[in-house]
């Protein structure tokens, strides 16, 4: 049976427990001691009085009497301060014994020495978990090459059943964990393709569960999460913990995708008044402001470097902001001649121009094309290839580094000095206008984990940065457009640097190639899960701020808490703001939508150790007691070590103090003053016949002797104390 008691510490527990005992510890001597004196013989041996006085005088009733035995007069000073201290020392072992154990509590957790463990799987039990498919053995890895999966993949052949990825391939995107076969879709189902040879699970995009209010980094099933505002990204990691009673620290290198976006604003203003219909209003009328993007516009066609993996995302923006503010400034008949610092633009929407930046736009959070104000599709895809750098008929390879872009409407902020969370009739807000270009970059990542609880995965504390180590990247070869396959990449090891079936690659980091997820519909990649982060882009700078369709309402027109979320970004960063709104809705999505699969059976871990701490004002009476224990025992060994006590003398010394030899003259103890006493002692032998000179004397065995009490238990007269008695 167990008892379970709260509000009460251990210290404290133990503080209760040692007073119960001092408490009985002193009682139950004493009394025992009462029920002798009341239930003993008038008349016992000699021996037997000592051994009764040994009990009354070893209790706290001479104490509290005051009786004989207590009397400190000596006619040295040694008897009297030796007394004391021995009184002294007992009260201060019942308080310490009481008082020490309030000192103790539960210190740190100290860090043992790291050495490798076993790991397992630890489940998320969080919601998005729950949703998360499970059978992850069920998983099918495919992609579908062509526009219309029609094509074959890479190095296939008709053949080819039931795989879209030959054996050589596999091979070395298996040579490490940090390859395209560790990563899932985190909701897939299984299907076969059109052409019935071809097979991989659908993933099914979604979000389950927003993270974007938790600036923080953390795990989920399946992920280390960085949702902080400046440096967000997904780890792949299977869940998998060392096993100890009290957490630990370990590390380990995960692959990390990083989204990058760099924003250049066109110094171009939306300005509008809010009405009587509140910040979900249709605004038929708005001014588009100039604040450079029109009379300061370049005349001179941007530069586009095209370096492979070393790609400059601001020269993509900022050849999207020129080309879209030029589209912009034709659009309004006007010129840079003609314009200047703080002209409006008054726009009137008649619902029917086609404009993407339109009355049912304005006050919200907003993707445009790069030609919002009279684009078509055509024009849309000419400016999107010229930011990009790429197109669709380019052949891919791993100098076509996926890129992003797209114009953005940016949270509304007040120009009058009001609070953004009054939406009131007559305030006046403001939205600009940005371009932005966004791609991927992948690394190794350092994760740190520590907790003192591994049994639960929101109680993981974590940190990361970079591996600082350059690596060997993969990215497969192939002869198809960038519209007709995504190519595998990956982590590789050493040996297949040279390998003629990939581009090889040697940096901290690798941006991601190109391939068919930019382009069509924003729809997962049946069973390639490397490529879902082109997906992610696509919906980020087309659809997910578009429409209040989705789960979670990244635009912000129902969620004031997102939109609010938005502002803030943008109030305290006005320069990267923009850019930081794009990444960390970016993570967000890819969180919901894949998971990693490598396990890691062994780690290499440091253990918390508990200790105790204690304080040290609680352990003031064992200071006192210890000063006077161990200058005490100290000299005591000295005499038993020198010789100056010897244990026959000890022993004699305790004989002839007890009682019952004083009683019938066999002790040493004399009145000097009395003239009655013999002037020697003659101890007796044990065995009766002999005294210690070894003469024959007839002697009565003092042991043995009957001892009469002559007291009267219920007389009321009171015995002098010896001390004070002066007749011999």
């Not at 860090?111 to 498919?133: C, F, G, N």
């Not at 990939?502 to 729809?523: M, Q």
Request: hydrophobic share 40%; proline share 6%; charged share 15%.
């Amino acid at each position: 049976m167990i008892h379970v008691v709260t509000h009460l510490t251990v210290a404290k527990a133990a503080t209760i427990i040692n007073a119960a005992i001092t408490f009985v510890q002193v009682t139950l001597p004493a009394s025992l001691v009462l029920l002798v004196i009341h239930f003993m013989s008038r008349t016992n041996q000699a021996v037997a009085w000592s051994s009764i006085g040994q009990i009354l005088h070893s209790s706290i009733w001479p104490t509290l009497l005051r009786s004989d035995s207590t009397s400190r007069k000596s006619t040295g000073f040694a008897v009297p301060i030796i007394s004391i201290l021995i009184t002294v020392g007992t009260v201060l072992v019942a308080i310490a014994g009481i008082i020490l154990p309030l000192g103790l509590h539960d210190g740190p957790l100290l860090i043992d020495h790291p050495q490798i463990v076993t790991a397992s799987y630890l489940p998320d039990k969080s919601p998005l978990a729950l949703a998360t498919t499970p059978n992850r053995y069920k998983y099918q890895y495919g992609r579908p090459c062509g526009p219309a999966e029609i094509l074959l993949c890479p190095d296939l052949t008709a053949e080819s059943k039931n795989t879209t990825y030959v054996a050589p391939t596999v091979l070395i995107f298996n040579s490490t964990p940090h390859g395209p076969f560790t990563s899932q879709y985190r909701r897939f189902y299984n299907q076969m393709f059109s052409n019935e040879s071809l097979s991989g699970s659908p993933g099914l995009f979604g979000t389950i569960r927003s993270f974007l209010q938790q600036d923080s980094i953390f795990a989920v099933e399946g992920l280390i999460v960085d949702m902080t505002i400046d440096h967000p990204g997904i780890g792949f990691w299977n869940t998998t913990v060392p096993e100890a009673a009290h957490g630990g620290t370990w590390s380990q290198d995960v692959l990390w995708l990083e989204p990058l976006t760099e924003c250049i604003p066109t110094n171009l203003t939306v300005l509008y008044e809010l009405t009587d219909s509140g910040p979900d209003a249709v605004h038929e009328t708005y001014n588009l402001t100039d604040h450079g993007g029109f009379y300061n516009l370049t005349p001179d066609y941007p530069p586009l470097s095209r370096d492979g993996q070393h790609i400059n995302l601001s020269q993509h923006a900022y050849k999207g902001a020129a080309l879209s503010n030029f589209i912009a400034m034709l659009y309004l008949n006007t010129s840079r001649e003609s314009s200047f610092e703080g002209k409006n633009y008054t726009i009137v929407d008649d619902l029917t121009s086609g404009s993407t930046l339109s009355g049912v736009t304005i006050g919200r959070i907003t993707p445009l094309p790069l030609s919002y104000l009279n684009g078509t599709m055509e024009s849309d895809s000419m400016t999107s290839t010229a930011c990009q750098g790429f197109g669709q008929s380019d052949v891919a390879n791993k100098s076509n580094v996926h890129v992003s872009c797209g114009a953005f409407l940016g949270p509304p902020l007040r120009t009058d000095g009001g609070d953004l969370k009054d939406y009131s009739e007559g305030s006046k807000w403001k939205q600009d206008i940005h371009v932005c270009a966004s791609t991927t970059r992948a690394s190794i990542q350092t994760i740190t984990f520590s907790s003192n609880n591994l049994s639960n995965l929101q109680s993981l504390r974590l940190s990361r940065k970079p591996a600082g180590q350059t690596v060997l990247w993969g990215i497969e070869k192939g002869n198809l457009n960038i519209s007709s396959v995504d190519l595998v990449w990956g982590r590789i090891d050493d040996r297949y640097e040279n390998d003629s079936s990939i581009w090889a690659v040697r940096s901290e980091g690798l941006y991601l190639p190109a391939g068919r997820s930019a382009f069509g519909v924003t729809t997962l990649p049946s069973g390639s899960a490397h490529a879902a982060h082109e997906t992610a882009w696509k919906k980020v700078y087309e659809t997910v701020f578009s429409g209040d369709d989705y789960l979670v309402d990244y635009r912000g027109t129902f969620d004031y808490a997102m939109r609010r979320k938005y502002q803030a970004i943008v109030e305290q960063n006005p320069v990267n703001g923009y850019a930081n709104i794009r990444n960390i809705v970016w993570t967000d999505m890819m969180l919901n939508s894949v998971v990693g699969t490598a396990t890691n059976a062994t780690a290499f871990f440091s253990a918390n150790k508990p200790s105790i701490e204690y304080r040290m004002p609680f352990a003031i009476p064992g200071f006192i007691l210890l000063a006077i224990w161990l200058p005490s025992f100290l000299l005591a060994i000295v005499l038993i070590g020198m010789g100056a006590l010897r244990p026959d003398h000890m022993r004699d010394v305790l004989n002839h103090t007890s009682i019952g030899r004083a009683v019938v003259g066999a002790s040493a103890l004399r009145d000097e003053n009395s003239p009655n006493q013999p002037e020697s002692f003659m101890p007796v032998d044990p065995s009766g016949d002999k005294t210690h000179d070894g003469k024959d004397i007839s002697v009565c065995n003092s042991d043995v002797t009957p001892v009469t009490l002559f007291l009267n238990r219920g007389s009321t007269n009171e015995t002098a104390p010896l001390e004070l008695t002066t007749d011999h």
